[in-house]
Structures are given as C-alpha cells and as structure tokens.
C-alpha cells in the first residue's frame, strides 16, 4: 500500500494551487482590462488629434490646396508625434506627416477611412506596409454642410502602445509574484497551524499505546481539537484505572493461588495449562513460567494424570481421583476437578486441585497395620493360655507335676499379656498428650531422672553382671517431663541389658550440645543390622522376634521412647554396629519452643 503522505502535504499543496491560480487569473484578466482600457484611450486621443485637424484642413480642401495640407500634416504629425494622412474620398492621399502622399496608393480600401468618408469615425489595428509595422488607426470625416470633402487619419505604431502595457503588465507580474510569495508563505504558516496539534495529537495517542496511559497531550488552541483531546485523555486514564483495576485482581488471585498449599492446574479444552500456582509445580516439578501456553502431556508425564484430565474435560460436573507419584519416595495426590466456565456459561477448560493425602494414607495404613499387630500379639498368648488351660482341665491337673509347669506357662503368657497391654497404655497416653502439646514440661534437673531410671534396672543388670555408669553434670537442666523421660531412659538402658553380653558394659553419658542436651545410651551388645535402623521405631517392630519375646520384649519399647522424645520436642537416633553394640542418641531442645 502506498504510504499516505502526511496531513501537512494535503493542506498546504491545495491552499498554494488555489491561491497561484487566482492570482494568474486576477493578473490575467487585470492586464487583458488594461490593454482594452489602454486602447480605448489611445483611439480616444487619436480621434481628438483628428478633430482638432478638422478646421484647419476643411480651410485648404475647398479650393484645395494639396501644398498646404501637406505642410500641415507634417508641422502637426511633428508636433503630436504621430502619423497624420489626409485622404480624399476618392482614396487619393493628398496629406501625410511621414511619406510623400504622391508616392502612397490610393487608401479608400483601409476599413477606418472606408467608414470616415461614409461620415463616421473608423479605427483599424493592423500591420502597415508602407512603414512596416504595426498601427492603430483613427479615422475621422471632414465635412462641410454635410457633404465629406476629406478623412483624417493619425495613426501611432502598436510597438509604442505594446511597449507601455508591457512596462504594466511587468508592474502586475511583479506585484503578483510578492503577493505569491506572501500567500505562500502565509498558506504555509496555516497548513502548519491545523497540522501541528493534529501531529500532538497523534504522538500523544502514540504514546498511550504504548503504555503511558498518563501523558499529557499539550492543550491545543482550537475548541475541536480541545474536545478531541480531552475525550482522548479521559479514555486513558479511564483505560489506566482499568488497568491498574486488573492488574490488582490478578495479583490479589496470584497471592491467594501461590499462598495456596494445594496445587492448581487450569486447563483449556485443548489441555493447554492457562495457570498453575508454585504449590502445583513443586508437586511435579516444572517451572510454573516455561509451562503456560503447553499441553499438560508436554509438561507432566504421568499417564494416571492424563487419564483423569481426560475424564475431566469429557464430564459435564466435577470429578474426585487420586494419583501416585514415584519420585525419590512415593506421593499420592487427590485430585479434585471442576469444570472452567465464562460468564455465558460456555465451558473453556477445567480447574484441577490436587492435594497431598501420603500422610493421610500412611497414617491409614499404619492403623490398620496397628490393628492387625495388636490383635496378633494379643491372640498368641491368649491361644497359648487356652491351650493349657483346655490340657489342664483334660486331665493334666491330675498330675501335679505336669500342672504346676503348664501353670508357670499360663502365668508367663499372661504376664506378657499384662506387659502390651500395659505398653499400649503408655503408648496412647503419650501419644495423646503429644498431640495435644499438654505434656507439661518443666525445667529440671536431668541427673536425678537418668539414676532413678538406671536404679529400676539395677537388678537385671547386676544379674547378667553388667556394669552401668553415668555420665552426667549436677547442674545439667532441660525442659521436660521427668516421669516420661524417666519411662524412655528406662525403655532404653532395659533394651541394653537385654540385648548385652554377660559381664559387659553400658554408659549413659548426658551433656550440653549447643543449644540442646544430648543423652546418650552406649551398650557393648549383639548390634543391629543397618537395613533395621530405618524401622527399629515403629510400633512391633523387632529386628528378631524370638529373642525379643524370650526377653519379655513387647516390641512397643522404642515406640514409646519415639513418642516421648517427640513430645518433648526433641530427636532420637540411633547408631549401631552388628556385634559390636549400639548407642541411642536423645536430643531434647533446652529452651522449650
Ligand atoms: P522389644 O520389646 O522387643 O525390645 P523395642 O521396641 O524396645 O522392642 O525394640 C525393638 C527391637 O529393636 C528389639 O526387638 C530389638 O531387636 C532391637 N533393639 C532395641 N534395642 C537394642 C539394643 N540396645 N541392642 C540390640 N538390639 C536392640
């Protein structure tokens, strides 16, 4: 397309054309006036000259007296300085101010003296041959009582007359181009003038399109463009409060989506992500920026999610799903869908919410788990119990010998019986005081605490001949709950006398670490292989099960020290080393959070 030229080069081309062709056709018709006017004015002299001859020709006409007509014309012809001719009305030139008239053709033919000798004035303009250039020509009758006797005729060159308005008409052209010059000069000043504000404008325009919805246009000085920019201006700045209006709701939406804990994925119809939060792309690690405009496929591979992406843009309400993701352990989401709809109602996508459910599921998992654990612990020394007593009652007590053992049997399973129940109380209780952050901690003392705990177990120790030593500064205090501590370190150094050799050694060893106190339990036992350790705390957990039941173990121990320690708001670790022994490691917070 041809670029259009701008508004200035509309304006001031035509303005100049009007005002030039004006100008040429005032000049021209000035000077076409003048040449009339002229002419009229020279006929108008050469007839005055010619009546002013009348009285002194008619004297020598009758009788006629060529001699002195001619000496006449001549005096006279000098005087005016024009061409003076006397022709008689048989043609014959009987006067002439410049030629001899004997030598001159006879004239009745020329038109102006063709009409003064039928009594009226004549005036011709033509080329003269007998002086080689071009005339005007007046003439006028003599007459007497009525009857023509002669015609005079004066005459003056045109070149004279050509000359004169040519002085004129150069006077005109001169005037004519000042005016141009002037007209051009102020169409000029014009065309700019109406150009200007309309190039304001438009750069203003320019620069709201860009962005700066502020700029001020300068005020123009005519009331339309006034109007115009005032319109303008109000369309920007209501455009600008539009703008700042969305720009604030979007980022009122992308605080409450990024503060979100739950991952948000829309989805056009086309399965093109149009917006995801930082919760959304944690979960399935992608960058939430690279990832608008592309499919989910292109963005997350996970078959499970597809097929639901699918479901939910094919179904008209809402759908519920859950799916799995193997990273470095897996994760289940639940997925919540909803159907994306404009104001009209037409669907242009889906809304997904997924929501991490793992702990719930573990959690689910591990009750169940729990629930089986405890019924199986409970149902086989409940079945060994009926067992003897059915053997007893079948005849057995008849055999005093017989009874007496069976009975200690009875007596040992229902003491273990008495053992998990009893371990499950503790174990509910701290769990329920832990969740309820109502264990009542108290800044205390810990030496105390750690000896009243090895003194319950001084017994065992000494039978099996194992030496415990403490380690631990009078002055050395924690936040804490001495009868739970006192339970864990119990559960603890028990462990280590039921898992340790004759003869050998266990320290419990408590100190100041930085901001916490760490106590340690170190024993010189059997060890635990390093594929248990991540377990070791988990509720029945036994690394060998026969042992742990031979040594009256409820498998509950550690489970219970986990808890209290969690509740103190502390850490437990363990470390070990197959044959060589163990070392549990408590770390409990000095300040209470
Ligand atoms: P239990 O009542 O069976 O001792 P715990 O929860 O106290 O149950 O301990 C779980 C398991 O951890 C035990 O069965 C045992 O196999 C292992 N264990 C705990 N403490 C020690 C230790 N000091 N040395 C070796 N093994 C240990």
Redesign the pocket.
Known sequence: MKKPKPLFWHIYPSYLIVILASLMVVSLSASVAMKGYYHEQMTLGLQAQANLLQESVLQHLSPLNEAALDALCKAAGRRVGTRITIVLPTGRVVADSQESPGQMETHSGRPEIHKALFGEPGQSMRYSSTLSRSMMYVAVPVQERGRTLAAIRTAIPLDEIDRKLGAIQKQIVGAGLVVALMAALVSYVVARRIARPIEEVRKGAERFATGDLTYAIPPPKSREMVLLVGALTQMASDLNERIHTVDRQRDELEAVLTSMQEGVIALNMDEHLIKVNQAAADMFKFKPGAAIGRTIQEVIRNPQLHRFVQEALTGEGDAEGEIHLYQEEERILGTHSSPLREPNGRRIGTLIVFHDITRLRRLETMRREFAANVSHEIKTPLTAIKGFVETLLGGALEKPEEARRFLMIIENHANRLAAIIEDLMKLAEIEQKGQNRSIGLRREALKPVISGAIEVLRGHADEKNIAIRLECDEALQAEINAHFLEQAVV??V???V???GQGSTIRVRAGQAGQEVEIRIE?E????PGS?LPR??ERF?????S??RK?G???????IVKHIIQAHGGKIDVD?TVGR??T?LIRLPTASA
């Open positions: 559960n603890l028990e462990n280590a039921k898992y340790s024993d036992g059997i060890g635990i248990h070791l705390f957990y036994r690394v060998d099960k042992r742990s040594e173990g409820t498998g509950l121990g550690l489970a070990s022994g163990s549990f």
